[in-house]
């Protein structure tokens, strides 16, 4: 009982605390405006929604991971059971957080039942399995390795950076800036962009604001 009241009021601190930084993410990687008339340039938008899945979700996969590390398992198979749980219980929700922070609507019935489901859970899963193998892979290493104070952040920041690219699909697949289909199009279409404009830019619009983020959740 002490580690889920630890861990419901770590992520409840966090979340309330980074929301702003997550939202201005998902508007740099799809290049709409960071801050609007609203109060906070309405950085808190679908907080409450967001709030209401991050607690029980982030506290739950911490449980579940060192559930199933007590038993024997190897690290592969802990990220694989892991990951395959975010993307199943998060996903449906995080579509319709998604979409709060991108936009300016109301949260009613008809908004949550057109936006809720699974779009994007390739990128999902892809984006949390190599964030798991790589997060937990680096922090047992690292905490081996009397690096105990820096190693969660070090392995987050790792993280974070690595799936970014992966992020940064899954966000604008999420706001049909391009269909499944069309994967290869909208790369190649950046690339372009990116080689004659921003280039530093490409695909890793937003990192810092990604690592910033997952940073909160551990």
């Known amino acids: 009982m002490n580690d889920n009241i630890k861990y419901m009021s770590s992520v409840f601190l966090a979340n309330t605390l980074i929301y702003p930084i997550d939202t201005?993410?998902?508007?740099?990687?799809?290049?709409?405006p960071i801050l609007n008339?609203?109060?906070?340039g309405g950085l808190y938008q679908?907080?409450?929604?967001?709030?209401i899945i991050t607690i029980p979700y982030f506290t739950g996969k911490l449980l579940l991971y060192k559930y199933i590390s007590d038993i024997n398992t190897s690290i592969i198979q802990r990220c694989l059971v892991?990951?395959?749980?975010?993307?199943?219980?998060g996903l449906p929700i995080n579509n319709v957080i998604i979409q709060k922070q991108a936009k300016n609507k109301a949260l009613t019935f008809d908004f949550v039942k057109k936006h809720v489901g699974y779009r994007s859970f390739i990128f999902q899963f892809a984006r949390d399995i190599n964030f798991n193998l790589i997060f937990f892979n680096s922090y047992d290493f690292l905490k081996e390795n009397e690096y105990k104070l820096s190693c969660g952040f070090i392995s987050a920041s790792l993280a974070a950076i690595l799936v970014t690219p992966l992020?940064?699909?899954?966000?604008?697949n999420q706001l049909k800036n391009f269909e499944l289909k069309d994967t290869y199009s909208f790369l190649k279409?950046?690339?372009?962009?990116s080689w004659y404009s921003a280039g530093h830019r490409f695909m890793i619009k937003?990192?810092?604001?990604?690592i910033v983020t997952f940073l909160s959740s551990y």
Request: glycine residues 6%; hydrophobic residues 35%.
């Open 24 to 32: 201005a993410k998902v508007r740099y990687q799809n290049k709409i």
């Open 37 to 40: 008339k609203n109060i906070l």
């Open 46 to 51: 679908g907080y409450l929604l967001n709030s």
């Open 82 to 89: 892991t990951s395959v749980c975010e993307t199943i219980i």
């Open 167 to 172: 992020d940064f699909l899954k966000t604008n």
């Open 189 to 193: 279409n950046n690339l372009k962009r």
């Open 206 to 210: 937003g990192t810092f604001y990604g």
